[in-house]
């Protein structure tokens, strides 16, 4: 089957910079749009940026700016460059995935999460 391996989240002061990754692994498949989401301690998950096989990309409105994300194709990864942090940036952060396996319809995978703190 598949997985989706998140690796980069730590604890950071504001205004440093954090890098995640995530990596998909598993059977024979194919990879369509990748992103972030992240879940604050008691609020909703949002989608914080996606990407299109083609590099395309969009945004959360509170991190234009100053996150960046991009994908490796040929690593099957994603990754999310995070600048600028802010105390507000402090969630679990999730790396979403919406991969074919052959034979069976698209679906939407999600790795384990990964924390991120932002504080002095």
């Known amino acids: 089957q598949v997985q989706l391996v998140e690796s980069g989240g730590g604890l950071v002061q504001p205004g440093g910079s954090l890098r995640l990754s995530c990596a998909a692994s598993?059977?024979?498949?194919?990879?369509?749009?990748m992103g972030w989401y992240r879940q604050a301690l008691g609020k909703g998950c949002e989608l914080v940026a996606a990407?299109?096989?083609?590099?395309?990309?969009n945004y959360a409105d509170s991190v234009k700016g100053r996150f960046t994300i991009s994908r490796d194709n040929g690593k099957n990864t994603v990754y999310l460059q995070m600048s600028s942090l802010k105390p507000e940036d402090t969630a679990v952060y999730y790396c979403?995935?919406?991969?074919?396996?052959?034979?069976?319809?698209?679906?939407?995978?999600w790795g384990q999460g990964t924390q991120v703190t932002v504080s002095s």
């Open positions: 979403n995935a919406q991969i074919k396996l052959p034979a069976r319809p698209t679906l939407d995978y």
């Open positions: 598993g059977t024979t498949f194919s990879i369509g749009v």
């Open positions: 990407i299109t096989t083609g590099g395309s990309t």
